[in-house]
């Protein structure tokens, strides 16, 4: 393409809606403010991105302009296209103007990338670490190691610039028959052979709660004769792992729960890194207890939401254990290789399981008394086994082949997210990791990221509705959780 007929394309672009004065601009939020936000916080931060998208009518043609401007190289659009990179709305564009910058490579060009590695959109880490490895694969270990330090991993929105960094490494699809992994880099396996510090950090970060799962991914698809080396190296620096099972019961639990002691007990059960012997079967008649508790309360709910017409997404809103059950359970526990956590076994063994997630093919939910969206409530949903067959099947195949050290835990997903049992858009499902050997593993990808069992109680200490902890003051929520949590057991 001749230089002007690239100058015309900036042109057409300066002159189309994109930089009219009342075109929507994109709210940049940083990794950190976005992590504190609610759901309905973070739709009014995407509310732009829904107005350009409906406004303009030409969207891809003006994508593939920004994208000709990338091709070519045209260094004198840099300057728009950084104003499109940061403020543009419309997300298409914005991200061909990310991947244009990225193309042409300019120091400034590349400044204008790098300056939004702390913006919370997506591509904007993605894109910022890209550029780094671009400038010198070299030195990026030197520029971004700082990233993984724990206090800054530890920070709100901490993971996301660490995951981004090694997603470089992670393929990013797979291809043909054989399912030959692809990169989003085809240099990326190289850059892992140039500078072995980081296959050194993926290995030390295998374990990770936060990182571990990306660290695990890199690690399994990088060159095994760069790998073999590293995790020896550090199986043999850290030595055995060693579980210690307690197994001596205390022999009161049942009689201390039963007297109100809810939450010391439970307490004492999770301070056990694994359980087994005779504290596992007491361990067993707690949870028992507990979830007779949660069967009667949920009944109770059920009943008073089906009378206000509340319809349950898929199955019903209490769902009663199967005779089919333990053999999924069983199976579970053969495939993950340990007994299913106290609390899960105990819940699908007495409760089955529970969704108050409406209806949202049939229409507009029924009135409840609280004037909120549903993005604001989060209803309670725990899936029966049945519904998870599937999962522990697809695991299986995953880690046919693969060393134990790099195989992902089992991710037992059992609810949907708040925004998707909103019927918008969501995030990971609500999930239990497997193997777990203690009583209570955490609920993972939930907001409170709670224990099992106390995020059931959570969820009955409003009525099953726990986003409704957000507007407490509300006198509709107030009266809502008065009739609705009429007769309801603590546990």
């Known amino acids: 393409m001749l230089p002007n007929d690239l100058d015309r394309l900036v042109d057409t672009l300066q002159k189309s809606d994109l930089f009219s004065a009342d075109f929507p601009r994109r709210l940049r939020i940083l990794h950190a403010e976005w992590a504190e936000l609610g759901g309905e916080e973070r739709t009014r931060v995407r509310e732009p991105s829904s107005i350009a998208i409906r406004r303009v009518k ?40 990310g991947r244009a910058l990225l193309a042409i490579g300019t120091p400034e060009a590349r400044r204008a990338l790098l300056n939004l590695i702390e913006d919370s959109d997506y591509s ?37 610039i660490p995951n981004a960094i090694l997603d470089s490494f992670a393929p990013s699809s797979f291809v043909g028959r054989g399912m030959t992994p692809r990169w989003s880099n085809s240099k990326a396996p190289s850059w892992l052979r140039q500078d072995q510090r980081w296959v050194r950090l993926c290995v030390a970060l295998r374990r990770d709660k936060q990182l571990g799962q990306t660290s695990r991914t890199v690690l ?22 060693v579980i210690r099972r307690a197994t001596k019961a205390a022999g009161d639990l049942v009689a201390r729960y039963l007297r109100g002691e809810h939450g010391p007990v439970w307490s ?9 012997g005779d504290l596992l079967e007491e361990a067993r008649a707690v949870a028992k207890e507990t979830m007779s508790c949660v069967s009667r309360g949920a009944d109770i709910l059920a009943e008073r939401l089906a009378a206000l017409g509340w319809v349950p997404l898929y199955g019903e ?14 199976r579970m526990e053969e495939i993950t290789g340990a007994l299913l956590p106290v609390s899960l076994w105990a819940f699908w063994e007495v409760v089955g399981g529970i969704n108050f997630v409406w209806d949202y093919e049939i229409g507009v939910p ?6 909120l969206p549903m993005v604001e409530m989060d209803p309670l949903c725990v ?21 134990p050290e790099l195989t992902d835990p089992f991710s037992l ?55 409704l902890e957000r507007h407490a003051d509300r006198p509709d929520v107030r009266e809502f959780l008065r009739v609705m949590r009429a007769g309801l057991e603590p546990f």
Not at 226 to 239: D, F, I, W
Not at 268 to 276: P, Q, Y
Not at 317 to 330: A, G, H, I, K
Not at 383 to 393: D, G, M, Q
Request: one cysteine or more; hydrophobic letters at 45%; charged letters at 25%.
């Open 58 to 97: 030409n969207v891809w043609e003006l994508v593939n302009a920004v994208d000709q401007l990338g091709k070519a190289k045209h260094t004198a659009a840099v300057p728009m296209l950084a104003e499109l990179w940061a403020n543009c709305a419309l997300v298409p564009v914005r991200d061909a103007a």
């Open 124 to 160: 904007s880490a993605h894109l910022a670490v890209a550029t780094v490895f671009d400038d010198d694969p070299a030195q990026a270990f030197d520029r971004l190691s700082h990233y993984f330090e724990p206090a800054r991993v530890a920070q709100q929105g901490g993971t996301v």
């Open 220 to 241: 399994r698809y990088a060159d095994q004769e760069l790998v073999r080396p590293a995790l020896e190296e550090a199986q043999a620096r850290e030595g055995p792992r």
């Open 268 to 276: 004492e059960l999770r301070s056990h890194e694994a359980l087994g």
């Open 317 to 330: 809103l209490r769902t009663r254990p199967r005779v089919e059950d333990p053999e999924v359970m069983r």
């Open 366 to 371: 029924p009135d409840l008394g609280v004037d």
């Open 383 to 403: 899936a029966p086994p049945e519904i998870v067959t599937h999962l522990f099947e697809e695991w299986e195949d995953e880690r046919s082949g693969v060393d």
């Open 413 to 467: 997903d059992l609810a949907p997210d708040d925004l998707i049992k909103a019927n918008i858009s969501g995030g990971a499902p609500y999930a239990i990791e497997l193997p777990f050997l203690g009583a209570d593993p955490v609920f993972a990808n939930e907001a409170h990221e709670l224990p099992f069992v106390d995020y059931l109680r959570l969820c009955f200490n409003w009525a099953g509705f726990p986003r």
